[in-house]
């Protein structure tokens, strides 16, 4: 099986560092930005397996990141995930939700959660080619 490779952008660097060396430890090539600028470029080169974004960047929001690469003909079938810290206390939830077709975690996040919606979109991208 080949290593699946995940591009991350969070302009928190903790967080970014803490994502990357957990999914690393589950068998992921990792790809790491802080700036939100630089995820379609990266996208386009490394043509990762999924990204994760943070939607809250300094730099651009996350959800203009995800239509743009949807718009993409190059990026379009990339799944993307989000990471944010808004969610309001009442919507918390175990396992993510899905919004517009993304699954979003909140920060502080479970890894094993983040790693089994990882391993459903990746699959869903290979069943819909």
């Given at each position: 099986?080949?290593?699946?490779?995940?591009?991350?952008a969070?302009?928190?660097?903790?967080?970014?560092?803490?994502?990357?060396?957990?999914?690393?430890?589950?068998?992921?090539?990792?790809?790491?930005?802080?700036?939100?600028?630089?995820v379609?470029?990266?996208?386009?080169?490394?043509r990762?397996?999924?990204?994760?974004?943070?939607?809250e960047?300094?730099?651009?929001?996350?959800?203009?990141?995800?239509?743009?690469?949807?718009?993409?003909?190059?990026?379009?079938?990339?799944?993307?995930?989000?990471?944010?810290?808004m969610?309001?206390?009442?919507?918390?939830?175990?396992?993510?939700?899905?919004?517009?077709?993304?699954?979003?975690?909140?920060?502080?996040?479970?890894?094993?959660e983040?790693v089994?919606?990882?391993?459903?979109?990746?699959?869903?991208?290979?069943?819909?080619?």
């Amino acid at each position: 099986m080949d290593k699946k490779q995940i591009l991350i952008a969070d302009d928190e660097l903790d967080v970014l560092s803490v994502l990357e060396k957990g999914l690393a430890a589950e068998g992921y090539s990792v790809i790491t930005t802080s700036r939100g600028n630089d995820v379609i470029d990266l996208a386009k080169s490394k043509r990762p397996d999924l990204i994760i974004l943070d939607l809250e960047m300094p730099d651009m929001y996350g959800g203009d990141i995800a239509r743009m690469l949807k718009d993409d003909p190059e990026t379009k079938t990339i799944p993307v995930m989000f990471l944010t810290g808004m969610f309001p206390k009442e919507e918390k939830r175990k396992g993510g939700r899905v919004i517009a077709g993304h699954v979003l975690f909140e920060k502080p996040y479970d890894i094993l959660e983040i790693v089994t919606a990882i391993e459903e979109r990746i699959r869903e991208k290979v069943l819909f080619k």
